[in-house]
């Protein structure tokens, strides 16, 4: 074979294999890194995780890049409360964000001393014991980035345990009314969000929270780029969390290859939504 023809060869399989991966992330499933703690205790910084494409159909958000390929939204469907999902974060529609779905179109959203209220009637809040977790060094780095005093939040959450340093924060349990159930963090009583006006979600858009209520700039908030996200249209929605694949506690060293396994958080891998 000449040497022109294995060129061509392999330029003919890199673009098969560029289209199958751009298919993969569009249509089927696409991975996401998580950031930071607005979706403690369900996602910690670090996890790394599979979106579904395919559960709320299609438009330029599912694309990677946002590619102006598809217009509107094709094969439509709208999240179930409770739903974790990933989207295109107004105002800007430029920065992925991950949030739970609580409130749908027509629903009546509230928040009272940290309770939600949805459509008149307080979703149920049960406290449950408290999340500890360890401090790693991608926590210290976040800190360290926003410029505050303390991987766990504020001082008072951090604790000591045989020469370990851990955050312990307080958890609960909500469940809503289609009997979706899951565990929040509500560390502030009197937070910025806690004490909402009751809100009506306009058609072909969604209420979306964070799970770590005092950490998360979310629907409660009027959208600000980088920032809170306001209301958001379901044309936006990139796709749905499906599952756990790899979590790191960011303590790795790109030249320590060990590390890479030592740094692992191998008992979070797997967890589904």
């Known amino acids: 074979m000449s040497e022109k023809s294995e060129t061509r060869e392999f330029i003919t399989f890199l673009l098969k294999l560029g289209l199958f991966v751009f298919v993969l992330r569009s249509f089927i499933v696409a991975p996401f890194n998580i950031p930071s703690e607005s979706m403690q205790p369900r996602l910690l910084i670090g996890d790394y995780l599979l979106v579904g494409k395919w559960p709320y159909g299609y438009s330029r958000y599912s694309l990677p890049f946002s590619v102006p390929l598809i217009p509107g939204r094709i094969m439509p469907s709208t999240p ?3 739903d974790v999902v990933v989207f295109k974060a107004p105002p800007s529609q430029n920065l992925d964000y991950i949030k739970r779905v609580i409130g749908l179109p027509g629903d009546v959203i509230a928040m009272q001393n940290g309770q939600v209220i949805l459509n008149g009637k307080p979703v149920p809040k049960q406290r449950v014991a408290d999340l500890v977790i360890p401090v790693s060094q991608n926590m210290i780095d976040a800190t360290n980035a926003e410029g505050g005093l303390s991987p766990c939040y504020r001082p008072e959450f951090e604790i000591t345990k045989d020469g370990e340093r851990y955050c312990a924060y307080p958890r609960f349990r909500e469940t809503l009314p289609n009997g979706k159930s ?32 005092d950490r998360s700039a979310d629907s409660r908030f009027p959208a600000s780029d980088g920032g809170a996200i306001g209301l958001v249209p379901e044309e936006n929605l990139v796709g749905r969390a499906l599952i756990s694949v790899f979590s790191t506690d960011g303590s790795a060293n790109w030249f320590l290859p060990w590390t890479w396994v030592t740094a692992a958080r191998f008992d979070r891998i797997g967890q589904g939504f």
């Not at 910025?192 to 209420?207: C, K, M, Q, S, Y």
């Open 80 to 82: 179930e409360r409770g």
């Open 182 to 213: 899951y565990e929040v963090l509500d560390v502030d009583s009197d937070g910025a969000g806690d004490n909402r006006a009751p809100i009506t979600v306009p058609e072909g858009h969604l209420f979306m929270m964070g799970d770590n209520r």
